[in-house]
């Protein structure tokens, strides 16, 4: 016998509350430009996906056939929370290498990608009421996950005028005492802007006087062209154990899909990262730890090939996109975009709709073009759309050719 019970009114039904600070979180326009384009291409319509920061090079075969290696061998198992002692210790050698930190396995976290490290990171370090201050134009997830955590992001932004350089006297003018860290990203996605040793040497001043840390994304570290050298803020001796450096397989080794990103920190912050992590997702994939241990490890020779090969695609891209009438763009030192203004289109129209911005910019490239890029505003810079010069050399010839005419027709 069943048993309702009434209370005697006929109530209308309330829904259950949601989480409200999820509510006010943005989606990723990455991943949801991504998915409208798939959409698009499943249902049969030919569009080019100018858009994800996804290498179109397979994964190297030594680095593949170690994952293979560690299935048939059955290493399939949960490992250490804080990830395989080979790998750290093969991250720390390679942070003391290339990047002259002065780090040890108690200082390095294996995560599942670049994104959890930042995660974890910005978690372990910020209270409610903490300001975080994130340099635009900026990776999409900076400002939400700062808002996650209960903070909030302060955005400095830059110019493509000064080719998205940081103006110190400004920057300096932000900080307050509730200012908790900096994010900075070099090389920058969506800018491709390589911060040079000087500008590394006044943000660590600035880090040191105000006593903050400093969460540095070098995810794209190896993707540099025009002889530009990669500087590490954390190989400054006086700020090191203030500086939160972060890394992964994805961008250099065309990893994407294998999700192993590592942080670099003093030991206090990684005993609380490792902390959130074992309550989130325990350790990072078993077989992906045994290829990233290769891909640091082994032969280092299609990185570079990959790498010649993105400067080449570079310099196509720019020569291309500065062709058309209205386009301006600052020159990427790194990673694998490009960055175009396309300020001098809105206003303009189309089929009756007013282009009033980089969302309706983007929307109409997917309508009338049938490529895919991503709106400068997902990244804080809303006269910009990014396209990326990672997909194939064919795809990118037909994409820019597509963008050509679409933005001269409005012309």
Known sequence: MNCIINSGEDREFMPFTLSSKVQGINESQTIAITSLAKKLISNGIDVISLNAGEPDFPTPENVKNAA?????????????????????????????????????????????????????AILS???????????????????????????EPVIFQTNEEDDFHIDFAKFGQLFSNR????????PSNPTGTVYEEDEMTKLAELALKHNVYVISDEIYEKIIFDGKKHYSIGSIKEVARQVITINGVSKAYAMTGWRIGFMAANEEIIKLSSKIQSQVTSNPSSISQVAALEAITGSQDQVDIMRQEYERRRDYTCERLLKINGITMSKPHGAFYAFPSVKRFFGRSYKG????????????????????????????????????????????DKGLTRITKALDSLN
């Open 125 to 151: 370090i910020c209270n409610p009421g903490d300001e975080v201050i994130v340099i635009a134009p900026y990776y999409v997830s900076y400002p939400e996950m700062v808002r996650l955590a209960n903070a």
């Open 68 to 120: 293979i290696n560690a299935i048939q061998n059955n290493f399939t198992k949960y490992t250490q929370n804080e990830g395989i002692p080979e790998l750290r210790e093969a991250v720390a050698e390679k942070f003391r290498r290339d990047n002259n930190l002065d780090v040890h396995l108690d200082n390095i976290l294996i995560s599942s990608g670049g994104k959890q490290s930042i995660y974890n």
């Open 353 to 396: 709709n007013e282009i009033r911005n980089s969302l309706d910019i983007s929307k109409f490239l997917l309508d009338e073009a049938r490529v895919a890029v991503v709106p400068g505003t997902a990244f804080g810079s809303n006269d910009h759309i990014r396209i990326s010069f990672a997909s194939s050399a064919d795809d990118l």
């Open 179 to 186: 200012t908790k860290a900096i994010i900075i990203n070099s």
